[in-house]
């Protein structure tokens, strides 16, 4: 066991990782981690009676579990997938107070009071898992728990197809609340000019597929909200974008650039799904993109986890030209012409949102350890439990909080979930730069249960590292976000608020 000297130091020591240079992230692999195909590797045996268990350090930990994080999936268990629990109790009763009305939008008109305790005491709960465990409501809650589990969802959900279509229930691809929203925006952006105040309203509960692509356009500023000005300026910024393809493509393998074109080819097999990004076609595509991207920001270069941030635009994207699931279509068969659009949008909405974020890639990545410190402190305002339980077993929010904050949480969540959280982001005031913060905390103590059971370092980092999210869909997505825009609400413009 370390001293207590060595620990404060130890990011500080091994120079060689600190965050900033190109290194491998621990679990992250997708999809996210589902316990009940490893449950032995989540559950380390019990410790004999009478010896209590001796907490390891980071150092010990990372020594002895090196191939703890490449856990294949095996074809024949994926059934199994579908025995997660979801909590339907608390869905539901956070998405009524959050006044989901037909055609209305979580938004910044929700009112504090709204989401106060919902443990009808009156009191103000700062944190909606707050909750202790043993609480009287407990049994109930287990018992709806049991009633409602997943074995009435489909065994598989795709992992990118229907997103705004199907949740994890598995209802009607169209309902009839989901037709009047379709309406709403359609109108919306039918007029000469968009009223974007009003589509960020609208879209801050989710964007359906049919005009995702359009709608995340003009919420980046990519396009212009007069309506007669888009299409001229599409075609200007495609064509310039392969004008940088010309002047710049070429020079990948020179000396100053193949350690940039090297890594960023190293990179993109490992990203999700599999099943698209493995396509030579869409490997070429995000070379590309991340290429001229890196070269054009010479501040930051190509870090890892920038290469993560394309897929959900290219995505989108794909869906303006094709009605199937994405992960079984064969991009390739596209023209010619809608590949070069997708690209050219992909790259310019890329460039937009990491132009609100660049100082997470910059040198040392100032940003995120600045997030990082920033969430460490909310959580022991909203939820001083897990907070106490972290630091007593010596986990470090560096450790794991990291690779939220640099991939935005795309190593956590399905790529559905990824993409209906983006939509709120681009409605958000800040949403990539500042909200997203917010989120990371409810993630966090959503978790509190689980956090509490885990006795040692090693279990703690397992499970903070493979969160079992593999079958959330848009109603975990959109109670997360009620519970983070709660928390904005609470502490955004009032940093004291609940400072001991």
Same mark, same amino acid.
């Given at each position: 066991?370390?001293?207590?000297?060595?620990?404060?130091?130890?990011?500080?020591?091994?120079?060689?990782?600190?965050?900033?240079?190109?290194?491998?992230?621990?679990?992250?692999?997708?999809?996210?981690?589902?316990?009940?195909?490893?449950?032995?590797?989540?559950?380390?045996?019990?410790?004999?009676?009478?010896?209590?268990?001796?907490?390891?350090?980071?150092?010990?930990?990372?020594?002895?579990?090196?191939?703890?994080?490449?856990?294949?999936?095996?074809?024949?268990?994926?059934?199994?997938?579908?025995?997660?629990?979801?909590?339907?109790?608390?869905?539901?009763?956070?998405?009524?107070?959050?006044?989901?009305?037909?055609?209305?939008?979580?938004?910044?008109?929700?009112?504090?009071?709204?989401?106060?305790?919902?443990?009808?005491?009156?009191?103000?709960?700062?944190?909606?898992?707050?909750?202790?465990?043993?609480?009287?409501?407990?049994?109930?809650?287990?018992?709806?728990?049991?009633?409602?589990?997943?074995?009435?969802?489909?065994?598989?959900?795709?992992?990118?197809?229907?997103?705004?279509?199907?949740?994890?229930?598995?209802? &009607? !691809?169209?309902? %009839? #609340?989901?037709? =009047?929203? $379709?309406?709403?925006?359609? @109108?919306?952006?039918? *007029?000469?000019?968009?009223?974007?105040?009003?589509?960020?309203?609208?879209?801050?509960?989710?964007?359906?597929?049919?005009?995702?692509?359009?709608?995340?356009?003009?919420?980046?500023?990519?396009? &212009? !909200?007069?309506? %007669? #000005?888009?299409? =001229?300026? $599409?075609?200007?910024?495609? @064509?310039?974008?392969? *004008?940088?393809?010309?002047?710049?493509?070429?020079?990948?393998?020179?000396?100053?650039?193949?350690?940039?074109?090297?890594?960023?080819?190293?990179?993109?097999?490992?990203?999700?799904?599999?099943?698209?990004?493995?396509?030579?076609?869409?490997?070429?595509?995000?070379?590309?993109?991340?290429?001229?991207?890196?070269?054009?920001?010479?501040?930051?270069?190509?870090?890892?986890?920038?290469?993560?941030?394309?897929?959900?635009?290219?995505?989108?994207?794909?869906?303006?030209?094709?009605?199937?699931?994405?992960?079984?279509?064969?991009?390739?068969?596209?023209?010619?012409?809608?590949?070069?659009?997708?690209?050219?949008?992909?790259?310019?909405?890329?460039?937009?949102?990491?132009?609100?974020?660049?100082?997470?890639?910059?040198?040392?990545?100032?940003?995120?350890?600045?997030?990082?410190?920033?969430?460490?402190?909310?959580?022991?305002?909203?939820?001083?439990?897990?907070?106490?339980?972290?630091?007593?077993?010596?986990?470090?929010?560096?450790?794991?909080?990291?690779?939220?904050?640099?991939?935005?949480?795309?190593?956590?969540?399905?790529?559905?979930?990824?993409?209906?959280?983006?939509?709120?982001?681009?409605?958000?005031?800040?949403?990539?730069?500042?909200?997203?913060?917010?989120?990371?905390?409810?993630?966090?103590?959503?978790?509190?249960?689980?956090?509490?059971?885990?006795?040692?370092?090693?279990?703690?980092?397992?499970?903070?590292?493979?969160?079992?999210?593999?079958?959330?869909?848009?109603?975990?997505?959109?109670?997360?976000?009620?519970?983070?825009?709660?928390?904005?609400?609470?502490?955004?413009?009032?940093?004291?608020?609940?400072?001991?």
């Amino acid at each position: 066991m370390s001293s207590d000297g060595n620990k404060k130091q130890f990011w500080k020591r091994n120079a060689a990782k600190v965050p900033g240079s190109i290194q491998h992230v621990y679990g992250a692999q997708h999809p996210p981690f589902d316990p009940l195909l490893h449950s032995e590797s989540v559950h380390p045996p019990p410790a004999t009676p009478g010896k209590p268990k001796k907490a390891t350090t980071f150092q010990e930990f990372e020594s002895i579990t090196s191939d703890a994080w490449d856990v294949g999936d095996d074809d024949d268990e994926l059934l199994a997938m579908a025995a997660q629990n979801l909590n339907i109790e608390v869905v539901m009763e956070t998405a009524n107070k959050v006044n989901l009305e037909e055609g209305d939008a979580i938004s910044p008109d929700v009112s504090f009071a709204s989401l106060s305790s919902p443990f009808g005491d009156g009191r103000l709960v700062k944190s909606q898992s707050e909750a202790p465990i043993g609480s009287p409501r407990a049994g109930e809650r287990a018992a709806l728990h049991r009633q409602r589990s997943l074995p009435h969802r489909p065994p598989v959900i795709p992992l990118v197809a229907r997103m705004a279509d199907q949740n994890t229930s598995g209802t &009607p !691809a169209m309902t %009839e #609340r989901e037709a =009047s929203r $379709l309406d709403k925006f359609k @109108q919306l952006l039918a *007029g000469p000019n968009t009223d974007l105040e009003e589509l960020r309203k609208l879209s801050w509960s989710g964007i359906p597929r049919q005009v995702r692509p359009i709608t995340w356009k003009l919420l980046s500023g990519y396009l &212009p !909200a007069n309506a %007669e #000005r888009r299409e =001229s300026v $599409l075609q200007r910024k495609r @064509q310039e974008y392969f *004008g940088f393809i010309q002047q710049y493509y070429n020079s990948r393998n020179d000396e100053n650039h193949q350690d940039t074109y090297r890594q960023i080819h190293i990179d993109i097999p490992r990203m999700s799904p599999e099943s698209l990004v493995l396509q030579p076609k869409v490997t070429e595509i995000f070379e590309r993109i991340l290429f001229i991207w890196a070269i054009r920001h010479p501040a930051s270069g190509y870090v890892q986890g920038i290469n993560d941030l394309v897929t959900p635009f290219f995505v989108v994207y794909v869906f303006e030209y094709i009605e199937e699931e994405v992960e079984n279509f064969d991009v390739s068969s596209l023209e010619e012409e809608a590949l070069r659009n997708i690209e050219a949008d992909s790259f310019w909405c890329m460039s937009k949102l990491l132009d609100g974020i660049q100082d997470n890639y910059t040198f040392a990545q100032p940003g995120i350890q600045r997030k990082v410190k920033a969430l460490e402190e909310l959580v022991s305002r909203i939820d001083e439990s897990v907070h106490r339980h972290m630091q007593h077993y010596e986990v470090e929010y560096l450790q794991f909080a990291f690779r939220w904050m640099n991939n935005l949480l795309m190593r956590e969540l399905p790529l559905r979930c990824t993409i209906r959280l983006w939509d709120t982001y681009q409605a958000e005031p800040e949403g990539f730069s500042h909200f997203h913060l917010y989120v990371c905390a409810a993630f966090l103590v959503k978790w509190r249960k689980e956090i509490l059971e885990e006795r040692d370092f090693q279990g703690l980092m397992i499970l903070l590292q493979n969160l079992p999210t593999m079958h959330w869909g848009n109603e975990e997505v959109s109670v997360l976000l009620a519970e983070a825009y709660r928390l904005k609400f609470a502490f955004a413009d009032a940093p004291n608020h609940y400072k001991r």
